[in-house]
């Protein structure tokens, strides 16, 4: 599986919720692509535990892109969630469990396009309980 190029954002439900409110002079109707997003934290499927949540910890992020180490394609996300259900709660060490291995695949990643609306996505991630929903774009 190959993902398309990224744009440099990924959606979060907080500054979706903002841009749904009008607080940033957008508004449900408004695209993705007008919406001032931060840029995101980058890891390695073969990175550890620890390197991800030190660099989410560093850039006040929730989630982590994780790309292919061999291809550098788009493998998955790694999220708050992931640390505490798959390695915290299953008593694993965070500095020798890959990312890889409690990452979630592309295979069941929510993604959204520039051109969608901001209600749109919000809509998508309340009805799918998600916090994270990375931005691809063809390039």
């Known amino acids: 599986l190959r993902a398309p190029p990224l744009r440099a954002t990924e959606v979060d439900v907080n500054a979706l919720g903002s841009s749904a409110r009008?607080?940033?002079?957008?508004?449900?109707?408004?695209?993705?692509?007008?919406?001032?997003?931060?840029?995101?934290?980058?890891?390695?499927?073969?990175?550890?535990?620890?390197?991800?949540?030190?660099?989410?910890?560093?850039?006040?992020?929730?989630?982590?892109?994780?790309?292919?180490?061999?291809?550098?394609d788009l493998a998955g996300i790694f999220t708050e969630r992931d640390f505490i259900t798959k390695v915290v709660q299953q008593e694993l060490s965070s500095q020798e469990v890959v990312v890889r291995d409690v990452m979630t695949p592309t295979s069941v990643l929510l993604t959204a396009r520039p051109d969608w609306t901001v209600g749109y996505c919000m809509d998508l991630m309340v009805k799918s309980n998600v916090r994270h929903l990375p931005v691809l774009e063809d390039s």
Request: glycine content about 14%.
């Open 22 to 72: 009008g607080n940033d002079g957008t508004g449900p109707s408004a695209l993705v692509r007008t919406v001032p997003f931060r840029n995101f934290v980058t890891v390695k499927d073969d990175d550890v535990v620890l390197t991800a949540v030190e660099r989410m910890n560093d850039a006040s992020r929730g989630s982590a892109l994780v790309f292919g180490a061999g291809d550098g």
